[in-house]
């Protein structure tokens, strides 16, 4: 007999397990709380725009969402523009491509240039892409750095090693761009892994699914059972049975299933974890942010597509992106999406709307002056990063390696894996992987 799955959680990670779970056989169902699919890498439609809630764009490196863009015949679109750093009330070109373009670039002095090089070239056996392959891998590059650097944090470690001006301008915004939190609470070892992504064509190169992120989550749905407006409220084990309990709907049992939310939530309803389960649960920490968009005329950024707010520069906006330049456009206009400091976005996530559009666009206008702003969308997100401490990466890699798959539940995500979506989609594939080799 065909063996049975509950997924739990219709985001990347477990649209890929339950697609590949479904591949080889398995009856797969999947809830979803959302009365939307795909999580932080989902898009809505509002006004004439297709904006992208959470994820917006990834880099050439990322095999794993490449590899089913490609399954599902999706268009990859590379996403032309500037990345900038904002200094000294103007924005400097950080084109990201080559160790020439770091020196030519007026973000940091050139004290700290020559710092920056030096360190970039005696990494250059160190492989920055191994960030988006699997924790382990992550474990094992950091296992390259001696263990007292590991446990000091990113900022330290680039203000030791290269240059505090550095660390404040090139590592902690770029860490609080794509992590939404200080580079203070990164391992050091991570920096290893940040700062060649500077001069890497392959790693800086972005590109988006053509159309909004929301194609490639659908096209998965499309092959699966998915329920939305789903949420589980209990997960419990009745002799050898997994009972799934989701508000509004009759309980089911399953054979197995695969909790792919984040982990806070899996900490409300998984009834009795294990000791090792509860232990990787409880020391996930997430970074928050509020992302805030605004329609603004096309063309008013000019070249910029991704604009770095150092903390010291700004303490409430940390990015921006220029939507324009994935293709988003309705009319003359199209959307600046804006996201906050964590320290900001706790202050004002219990804030109104109204009341954080008006305090963005007051500290968007000191950035931009000539830009001018109307309201679009603002998206709270309370758990919009795992944070990746020495902590949590030694954790979660001992974890898969020993416990994974406890009373036939098994975790995914990209708290269980290297960051970002890349992360979640293969942590996904490999969760799926690792049931089909233990239960077909
Ligand atoms: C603002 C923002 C910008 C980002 N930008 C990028 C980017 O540009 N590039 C990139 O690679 N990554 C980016 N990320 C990160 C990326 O979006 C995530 O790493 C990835 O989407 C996580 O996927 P996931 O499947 O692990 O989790 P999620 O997408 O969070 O999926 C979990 C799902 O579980 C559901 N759920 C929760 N509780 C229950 C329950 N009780 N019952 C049923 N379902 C439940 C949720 O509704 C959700 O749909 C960004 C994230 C945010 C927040």
Redesign the pocket.
Known sequence: MKKTVAV???????LTAAYELHKAGFRVTV????KYIG???SSLSADGFIFDR?????VLNYKSIRHYIREFGLVLKKIPGDHVVFRNKGFHRLAFHSLGDIISSRAVGIWSKLRLGLFLLRQQGSDASSYFRDVGTIAQTLNTVPESLLRGNAHALASKLISEEVADYLIDSFTRTMHFHSSKEITGGLLYLVAPMFVSDELSTLCCVSGGMQKLADAFARQLTVHVN???EHITQNNGDLVVTPTGKKKCCFDIVVI???AT?VRS?LDSPTKEQKAVLQQVTYAQ?I?VSYKILTHSLKNIQCAYIPYKENKVIAEFTNEEKKGISAGAYSLVSI?LHEEAAKKLMKQSDEHIFAVVKDEFQKLCPQVKVQNFVLMR?SE??PKFSYRHIMRVRRFLAHDQGQNNIYFA??WLNS??????CASGATVAKMIINKHR
């Open positions: 739990i959680g219709a985001g990347i990670a477990g809830f979803e709380a959302n999580g932080r890498m959470g994820a917006d764009f990834f789903a949420p589980v792919a939310t984040p939530k309803f942010t992302t996201g997100h919009a990063m995500g990209d960051p970002w979506a890349e992360g979640a």
